[in-house]
C-alpha cells in the first residue's frame, strides 16, 4: 500500500522568508500523481501544485515550487517570500495514476511571523 | 476547475440519529471520494462512489453505517447512521477532475 509521510507537525517561517516542507512517499508503481493542499481554518482543501511522476521538471506555480526526487521518493515544497495568507496545515498528497483515491500525509502546520 | 457545493456546513445531532451530506459538483466527474478529518488531524477515505455501481468503503468502514448514493454524475450523499459521540468529525467530499482533485467546503458533524 501507498504511503505519505510528513516528518515535520510544525514549521514557522517569517514573512517574506522562504520555508520547505518534507514529504517522502512509498510506492512500487512507476505511475503516480503528487500533490501538495492547503487547509487554512476555513477548512477549505487547496490544491497548491502538483506533479507527475514521468516528468523530470519540478513543478512551479507562482510562489510555490517543489523539489521532485523521484528515486529518493521525496516530494518537497518550497514556499519563497512567504506572506501571512499561507499560514495553514498543508498535506502531501499521492494518488496512483491519477485516477485513483488520494492518499494524504499527516499535514504540516505552517504558521507565518509578521 | 470543478466546484463543489457541500451542505450542511455545520450541523449538531443527537445520538441515535441519522445525518445525509449532500455534494453537488458543477460538472459531471467519474469519481467522486468521502473523507472524515478529525480537527488537526489529516484525512481519511471513507469510500469511493463511482455513478452506477456500489460505492468501495475502506477498512473500517461500512455500508450500514455510512451509505451512499451517487445517482447520476454530479452528485452524491454520504450518510451517517445511528449516530454516536465517536462520529463527531468534519466530512468532505472530493471529486476527481483533469488537473487534480476538489473538495466541498466541509461539514462540521457534532453528536450530542
Known amino acids: 500500500a501507498q504511503t505519505v509521510t510528513q516528518s515535520q507537525p510544525e514549521m514557522s517561517v517569517q514573512e517574506a522568508e522562504t520555508v520547505t516542507l518534507s514529504c517522502t512517499y512509498d510506492?512500487?508503481?512507476?505511475?503516480?500523481?503528487l500533490f501538495w493542499y492547503k487547509q487554512p481554518p476555513s477548512r477549505q482543501m487547496i490544491l497548491v501544485i502538483r506533479?507527475?511522476?514521468?516528468?523530470?521538471q519540478n513543478a512551479t506555480e507562482n510562489r510555490f515550487s517543489v523539489n521532485f526526487q523521484k528515486a529518493a521518493k521525496s516530494f518537497s515544497l518550497k514556499i519563497s517570500d512567504s506572506q501571512l495568507g499561507d499560514a495553514a496545515m498543508y498535506f502531501c498528497a499521492f494518488s496512483q495514476g491519477g485516477s485513483e483515491k488520494l492518499v494524504f500525509g499527516k499535514g504540516t502546520k505552517l504558521t507565518v511571523n509578521p | 476547475s470543478a466546484v463543489i457545493s457541500q451542505k450542511p456546513s455545520r450541523d449538531i445531532c443527537q445520538r441515535g440519529t441519522s445525518l445525509t451530506i449532500q455534494c453537488q459538483v458543477d460538472?459531471?466527474?467519474?469519481?467522486m471520494f468521502w473523507y472524515r478529518q478529525q480537527p488537526g488531524q489529516s484525512l481519511t477515505l471513507i469510500a469511493t462512489a463511482n455513478q452506477g455501481s456500489e460505492a468501495t468503503y475502506e477498512s473500517g468502514f461500512v455500508i450500514d453505517k455510512f451509505p451512499i448514493s451517487r445517482p447520476n454524475l454530479t452528485f452524491s450523499t454520504l450518510t451517517v447512521s445511528n449516530m454516536s459521540p465517536e462520529d463527531s468529525s468534519i466530512y468532505l467530499c472530493?471529486?476527481?477532475?483533469?488537473?487534480?482533485?476538489?473538495f466541498g467546503s466541509g461539514t462540521r458533524l457534532t453528536v450530542v
Open positions: 510506492t512500487s508503481e512507476s505511475d503516480y500523481y
Open positions: 460538472s459531471q466527474v467519474t469519481m
Open positions: 506533479q507527475e511522476a514521468y516528468k523530470q
Open positions: 472530493s471529486a476527481r477532475y483533469n488537473y487534480g482533485y476538489t
